[in-house]
């Protein structure tokens, strides 16, 4: 499974962005697409996360209300709307697949790429 993600950038505080992420296919491993981050000096840590057949979402307390994350499943594209951005969600941000729903990075089997975002202040 290879996935491609896309849509990072340097914003300022307040702006908002869309990320995208398309899946090469959908296996028993994809079940759930995830987006996770991963911020200078810190570990890798979980952003949200959904059920490709839809009715499950998850979200990390620090993005609720202001991430949204959904998918196409005709296009195999998962896609995160980053609105009210702070400085502090400045990462790399990565796409990647789960057999399970889980908020650990460690669950994930398949990683794309990751997107820089940078949020100025």
């Known amino acids: 499974v290879q996935l491609q993600a896309s849509g990072g950038g340097l914003v300022q505080a307040g702006d908002s962005l869309r990320l995208s992420c398309v899946a090469s296919?959908?296996?028993?491993?994809?079940?759930?697409m995830g987006w996770l981050r991963q911020a200078p000096g810190k570990d890798r840590e979980f952003v949200a996360t959904i059920y490709w057949s839809g009715g499950v979402l998850s979200y990390a307390d620090s993005v609720k209300g202001r991430f949204t994350i959904s998918r196409d499943k005709v296009k195999n594209a998962v896609f995160l709307q980053m609105n009210s951005l702070k400085p502090e969600d400045t990462a790399v941000y990565y796409c990647?697949?789960?057999?399970?729903?889980?908020?650990?990075?460690?669950?994930?089997?398949?990683w794309g790429r990751g997107t820089l975002v940078t949020v100025s202040s």
């Open positions: 990647a697949s789960s057999p399970r729903l889980s908020t650990r990075h460690t669950d994930y089997t398949y």
């Open positions: 296919e959908r296996t028993a491993t994809t079940y759930y």
